[in-house]
């Protein structure tokens, strides 16, 4: 049974070798803009990653801080369980930071009789715990010390990169949905001309007590072979932008393996898809 529907899927190639490669070439081109929108998505949420990194909570120190608190104050923060590390930066360090981050500025700092920089601890928190409320419920809670003289954590950015990531996401799902539709409309066009162009042999095949399932096997596995064949160009092209751009204009990370794969097996899953919506309609037709 697997050998006939095997058969039967190559003989309809055979047969229409022009259709199926046009086909095959619709399905490639539809997955191949939804390719091209997953490699920047996935682009923009590794900068996206990238900058979220650099998320920490600053907290700036009184200048009669002893070293008791300090050794208390970082104890209690290395606690809590949104703290991933914890760096304390003297007045000596920022002021040091500071020359050699605002050159121009050097002169003026080396001119000043007392240093006006405060000593600060940065608090880094754990990747789970990068959103605005996470952030502000650690920096609330630091403030609350009162040799703590000042807290910072960019609430705007923080608030604008977590923003950014769901719009992503949303915008990633409502057009791959879209692209999705587009390829299985017209896979499906394609598995109905062929139920159109074979329904006389349907008809004689449902005549002499043929199953659905044993003439919709053939038809599935042939919609399945055209998407995946339209899933791998979609991927080949997808791979030509990336290297077209990589480097030449700015620099790109491929695709994680999963994504790939996923992204070819997607054509095949589709031309499944589309192919049994198609047949379960034109075979009630031809009962």
Do not use: C
């Not at 058969?7 to 095959?24: D, I, K, T």
């Not at 009184?62 to 923060?77: G, K, T, W």
């Amino acid at each position: 049974m697997a050998y006939h529907s095997v058969r039967e899927a190559m003989a309809a190639f055979r047969r229409a070798p022009g259709l199926a490669v046009l086909s095959a070439m619709s399905i490639g081109l539809s997955l191949f803009v939804l390719g091209t929108f997953g490699l920047v998505t996935y682009n923009v949420e590794v900068t996206l990653r990238s900058i979220e990194r650099r998320v920490e909570v600053v907290a700036y120190l009184r200048d009669d801080v002893s070293a008791a608190q300090l050794e208390v104050l970082q104890n209690d923060v290395g606690s809590f369980p949104e703290v991933e590390n914890i760096d304390h930066v003297s007045k000596f360090d920022a002021i040091r930071d500071a020359m050699q981050d605002l050159e121009e500025f050097r002169e003026v700092f080396t001119d000043l009789e007392v240093n006006p920089l405060p000593a600060s601890i940065e608090v880094q928190l754990k990747s789970e715990y990068r959103d605005p409320e996470s952030v502000e419920r650690v920096a609330e809670l630091i403030a609350l010390y009162p040799f703590v003289e000042d807290v910072r954590y960019g609430r705007e950015w923080v608030e604008k990169i977590y923003q950014l990531r769901r719009l992503g996401g949303a915008v990633a799902a409502i057009l791959g949905i879209a692209f999705a539709v587009v390829a299985i409309l017209i896979i499906g066009t394609t598995v109905r001309m062929a139920v159109l162009a074979r329904r006389e042999e349907i008809i004689i095949m449902k005549l002499v007590g043929a199953t659905d399932g044993f003439i919709r096997r053939p038809f599935l596995l042939e919609g399945f072979i055209t998407g995946l064949a339209g899933g791998l160009l979609a991927l080949l092209l997808t791979y030509g932008a990336y290297l077209a751009v990589n480097g030449s204009l700015i620099d790109l990370e491929w695709l994680p393996p999963l994504w790939a794969a996923a992204g070819g097996l997607a054509g095949g899953v589709l031309g499944l898809a589309a192919s049994d919506a198609a047949l379960r309609r034109h075979l009630i037709t031809y009962a």
